[in-house]
């Protein structure tokens, strides 16, 4: 089975910057789609963002020219570069992965458990 682990969450001041990684494992034929969604206290989780393994990119406007996703292919695992954190992006982040684990397979959707980001002012 696959497994999502999130890593580098943390506090930082306002205009400070955190590196999330999701380090993705088990038995994986390719990762299709690979994400990040957040969810404040009492808020609806929303996307952050995704990258495709063909490259397309999708950014909430709220983090539009602050945060970048990339990904390490060789290594299974998704990045997710805040920079220019503001209060507002206080959230716990999930990792999301949309993978196929046979090469006839069909697309799964596999979470992370969560990491903890907050942003100080």
């Known amino acids: 089975q696959v497994q999502l682990v999130e890593s580098g969450g943390g506090l930082v001041q306002t205009g400070g910057s955190l590196r999330l990684s999701c380090a993705a494992s088990g038995s994986i034929f390719n990762i299709y789609l690979m994400g990040w969604y957040r969810q404040a206290p009492g808020k609806q989780r929303e996307l952050v963002a995704t990258?495709?393994?063909?490259?397309?990119?999708n950014y909430a406007d709220s983090v539009k020219g602050r945060f970048t996703i990339s990904r390490d292919n060789a290594k299974n695992t998704g990045i997710l570069q805040m920079n220019s954190l503001k209060p507002e992006d206080t959230a716990v982040y999930y990792c999301?992965?949309?993978?196929?684990?046979?090469?006839?397979?069909?697309?799964?959707?596999?979470w992370g458990q969560g990491t903890q980001v907050t942003v100080s002012s």
């Open positions: 990258l495709t393994s063909g490259g397309s990119t």
């Open positions: 999301y992965a949309e993978i196929q684990t046979r090469g006839w397979g069909s697309l799964t959707a596999y």
